[in-house]
Nanobody
Framework: QLVESGGGLVQPGGSLRLSCAAS????????IGWFRQAPGKEREGVAC????????RYSGSAEGRFTISKDNAKNTVYLQMNNLKPEDTAIYYC?????????????????WGQGTQVTVSS
């Protein structure tokens, strides 16, 4: 099971840290990805972290502003989001995948959280 938290309302330029707490499995054994879906848009990958070497990958819109990290002791993956923009408004989901390399293809992910709402507005 994956449970996201940390969403909310933030002004443009602000920051949020999302958490993805896992139970029933160890996050270090899986690739973990963050995805988001805005109203009327398709779900898109934001960031992922590899089970093999903790390497990370980001979408173009997230690069330089978002950071994915993992705390194995807490079995939790985080998404630190800085310099948030109105276009970052979406429901954010975390998910797990057991693929050789981490990617942002949603079809590779077999377990999803319920999502947490992020709204960036003044």
């Amino acid at each position: 099971q994956l449970v996201e938290s940390g969403g909310g309302l933030v002004q443009p330029g602000g920051s949020l840290r999302l958490s993805c707490a896992a139970s029933g499995f160890t996050v270090d054994d899986y690739n973990i990805g963050w995805f988001r879906q805005a109203p009327g848009k398709e779900r898109e990958g934001v960031a992922c972290i590899s089970r093999r070497d903790d390497s990370t990958r980001y979408s173009g819109s997230a690069e330089g502003r978002f950071t994915i990290s993992k705390d194995n002791a807490k079995n939790t993956v985080y998404l630190q989001m800085n310099n948030l923009k109105p276009e970052d408004t979406a429901i954010y989901y975390c998910a797990r995948a057991y693929t050789p390399t981490a990617n942002q293809n949603s079809y590779d992910y077999d377990s999803w959280g319920q999502g947490t709402q992020v709204t960036v507005s003044s």
